[in-house]
């Protein structure tokens, strides 16, 4: 089979590159003119001006001027961008030698920071302007929760740490990329208020692509969602601070001549938020890191050659401590009420350090190559100390309104203690180097391949102990003393190729032009432990049929108007190879099986996009429908946000859903949006009697919305709302192979809302002059609902029976913060 992949692949570019040599040349058509500000009508210098789907783009000198020569009869869509401002799209269709003049007037959104775009690339992939988790009211403030309020299959029910899941996968299962390179979350975080913050930091991040399923070849070698984050190049001098209750953050980006720098310092106290917890006590939670990426050009401006030189260096320290004190808990109905209450003695202590960095080389001849090569490496330290004794006691409470003993206990159910010991440390490091190049054969036919060789080394010292007595039922777990090590290296390699066409119909006095690409890629790569080879033929298809399309002319005879209002159709299959990493590879009894084999998956993904206007006002509505078949499963128990993977392959699965979202401007120049998913996972191993069952993933329906609004007459005081719900998912008592998704939690239930007033906004400011100063007030939570995350299971004496008492997220939080922007 390996030889068919390769020979179809190697025929299908063969016979492209041949199509391409023998076609004509036409005479190029020239599209000029200039970017304008739309208040000031002053010139935008360095705009950028692009073919969307090519390499292809120039930018705006300092008149604002440009000239951009592209091909004749094609349909192409030009898009002008500028920070700060909203883009513009023009399609175009142009005979050989014609010239266009264009007057660009770029629009600022008039109290606002910045411009939400939300768009679905060709490719399947969403398009996100980083920038938009800044409105968002959220706990931590992190690209995590970008994703939860994505909607189309992404979900997350916690507010805490970076994790969301993706069409019934766990987070393990996510694709991370920062400038091409890899990212990792920790290892040994049980909870997901000890994670911190995740890597990327959204104030240097220049632009965010996320798929949830079918993606391209060029990305690695995970089963559930990918995002690819590009940090910014400086153009001009800029910088942020961003200062409250919960926290901070700061970034400050310099130009100087042929040598960028951006800088940028994050810094969390959840010490407030965590007191809301059903556990009190002391909570120290600090979580600080910093990040520095520099771009230095290596030549001249008339250089046929581009060449650029970066540098990203990245560290990172989380540290969670926390000193129990008591919890009290109620659960249960009006009828059979019940309330768990525990006193604690002792603390934990998680304390998380890493250090990252990466030095790339990319080489660009014209439009028509370019090459990136990339050596990277990241070390991580983790410790986790555990040392937390607890007496608790079950009973059941009184709920008799005329009853002086009115919430008391009236009968003890239970009574007992727990205790956790561990000390456990680890060590990791992961070396890469990898190229990345693509070849613009034509303006139809764009090639691109890599490949990287990765090595990695881990050490993992355990020694934990644990005891439950319930009820006079010790449940204990033996002391665990190991030493575990993992040296290994992965190579991988792929090849794709992007071709897109026209095809024309004349329909009465019009010809119409429906324009179609195809993806075609393939990609391979082996693990040395157990020396399995994967190969993952992967392709996507999209189709926009001429249909739905409008042209409007200004009166300004030079200009050419044009409003997108269409509909593109996607298909995309691919088989898509987890090969494990260490976490699946640790088992309950923290035995590593080297011997395990790639968890295997099969993307099938139907989609459309409908853009569409209500009026003057431009809306978007995406659907996908899909099913995904995994085989090589490696089941895992979820306990709070640790996954606890069984280190076999042991069964199979599929996933199988709808998502549904529509975004646009509800309200003039504001943006928001409503996603509805449907999902159904399940999976059947070998080691239980049960058939197919719930996977711990498993929600079933999930919707969210984001609202942006502002006062009629005065802009710059606007409000975001921000729901969130997920109906419940699977739970069961540890260590009861048979007894796994047993019940169904509560649904996840979440509103957050956040007011601003802009006290500054000016758009035509110089660089390093004060842009934008904004206050934020954030009620975190507003309904006060208490979401459960995970359960603890105790044995009453009574009635020989298990309870489930919930382990509940935070309450109602009040949040202040101050945003500067330069």
Not at 65 to 91: A, D, H, M, W
Not at 140 to 145: A, C
Not at 434 to 448: F, G, H, I, P
Not at 492 to 508: E, K, V, W
Request: glycine share 8%; net charge positive; with cysteine.
């Amino acid at each position: 089979m390996k030889k068919y992949y390769f020979f179809i692949l190697f025929v299908f570019n063969l016979w492209l590159f041949g199509h391409t040599l023998w076609a004509q040349n036409p005479v190029p058509a020239l599209i000029k003119g200039f970017v304008l500000d739309s208040l000031s009508t002053e010139p935008l210098n360095e705009a950028g001006i692009s073919l969307r789907g090519t390499l292809k783009g120039t930018k705006a000198n300092k008149n604002g001027y440009f000239e951009l020569k592209i091909t004749p009869n094609t349909n192409l869509e030009l898009e002008f961008s500028y920070v700060g401002y909203k883009k513009q799209r023009l399609r175009f269709r142009l005979k050989p030698g014609e010239i266009v003049e264009l007057r660009v007037l770029m629009c600022v959104q008039e109290g606002a920071e910045v411009v939400v775009v939300i768009d679905k690339s060709k490719d399947g992939m969403v398009m996100l302007s980083p920038k938009t988790l800044k409105n968002i009211p959220t706990a931590i403030g992190d690209v995590g929760d970008l994703m939860k309020v994505l909607g189309m299959g992404v979900s997350g029910n916690s507010e805490f740490g970076s994790a969301y899941n993706v069409r019934g996968g766990n987070y393990d299962e996510n694709l991370i990329y920062v400038n091409g390179i890899e990212v990792y979350r920790p290892f040994l975080v049980r909870a997901g208020q000890q994670e911190g913050l995740s890597f990327v930091n959204i104030n240097l991040a220049q632009n965010v692509k996320f798929s949830t399923g079918g993606w391209q070849a060029q990305f690695g070698d995970k089963l559930s969602s990918v995002m690819d984050v590009s940090y910014k190049k400086v153009k001009h001098t800029e910088g942020s601070i961003n200062v409250g209750i919960l926290g901070g953050s700061a970034h400050l980006g310099i130009k100087r001549k042929r040598i960028s720098t951006l800088l940028g310092i994050r810094h969390r106290d959840l010490r407030y938020l965590l007191n809301t917890f059903e556990v009190s006590g002391s909570y120290l939670p600090v979580f600080s890191d910093f990040q520095s990426f520099t771009t230095l050009e290596l030549h001249r401006k008339e250089a046929t050659w581009k060449k650029e030189l970066s540098f990203l260096a990245a560290y990172a320290r989380n540290k969670y401590r926390v000193y129990p004190e008591s919890q009290s808990t109620d659960f249960g109905t009006l009828g059979e009420a019940k309330r768990f209450f525990v006193d604690y003695t002792g603390s934990e202590l998680m304390n998380y350090n890493t250090y990252q960095g990466a030095v790339s080389l990319k080489l660009k001849r014209k439009e028509t190559f370019e090459s990136t090569f990339t050596a990277s490496g990241v070390q991580t330290y983790e410790r986790e100390f555990a040392d937390v004794l607890g007496a608790y006691r079950l009973c059941e409470v009184n709920k008799d309104l005329q009853d002086s003993n009115f919430n008391k206990c009236n009968l003890v159910l239970g009574d007992g203690k727990s205790f956790r010991y561990s000390r456990n440390f680890l060590n990791a490091n992961i070396l890469s180097v990898q190229n990345r190049s693509a070849y613009q054969v034509s303006d139809k036919l764009l090639t691109e391949f890599g490949a990287e060789f990765r090595t990695e080394k881990i050490q993992d010292d355990i020694f934990e102990y644990s005891y439950f007595d319930s009820a006079d039922f010790l449940r204990y777990t033996p002391p665990i003393d190991s030493a575990l090590s993992l040296q290994s290296s992965r190579i991988s390699a792929y090849i794709q190729a992007s071709y897109t066409d026209t095809l024309y119909r004349q329909r009465g006095t019009r010809r119409k032009a429906h324009v179609y690409g195809l993806h075609l890629g393939l990609r391979v790569a082996q693990w040395s432990q157990n020396r399995e080879w994967l190969i993952s033929p992967r392709a996507q298809f999209y189709f926009r049929p001429d249909w739905y399309a409008r042209q409007r002319n200004t009166k300004n005879s030079n200009v050419k108007d044009t409003v997108l209002a269409d509909i593109q159709f996607r298909a995309a299959i691919g088989v898509y190879q987890q090969a494990p990493f260490y976490r699946e590879l640790r088992g309950f009894g923290n035995e590593l099986n080297l011997n395990l084999r790639a968890q295997k998956s099969i993307h099938t993904i139907v989609g459309m996009d409908w853009s569409f206007f209500v009026g003057e006002k431009p809306f978007v509505l995406t659907a996908e429908a899909y099913y995904k078949r995994i085989t090589q499963v490696v089941p895992y128990d979820v306990e709070n946000m640790r996954l606890r993977y069984y280190a076999r392959n042991a069964g199979d699965a599929y996933a199988y859903g709808l998502d549904t979202r529509i975004n646009g401007e509800f309200i003039n120049g504001t943006e928001s949006w409503f996603s509805l998913s449907y999902l159904k996972t399940s999976e059947n191993v070998d080691f239980d009697t049960l058939g197919y069952i719930r996977r711990p993933t498993d929600q079933r329906v999930t919707a969210t919305i984001f609202f942006e609004d502002h006062l009629p007459n005065n802009p710059t005081a606007r409000v975001y709302l921000r729901l969130q719900y997920g109906s419940g998912l699977p739970f069961g008592p540890p260590n009861f192979i048979n007894a796994r998704s047993v019940i169904s939690g509560p649904s996840y239930r979440r509103v957050d809302i956040g007011f601003t007033k802009f006290l500054r906004y000016n758009a035509n400011t110089r660089p390093g002059e004060l842009q934008s100063l904004a206050v934020h007030f954030e009620v975190l939570n507003l309904l006060g609902i208490a979401n459960v995350i995970s359960y603890n299971w105790v044995q009453d004496y009574i009635n020989n029976r298990y309870y489930a008492v919930p382990n509940r997220l935070s309450l109602r939080f009040f949040n202040l913060r101050v945003v500067a922007n330069w």
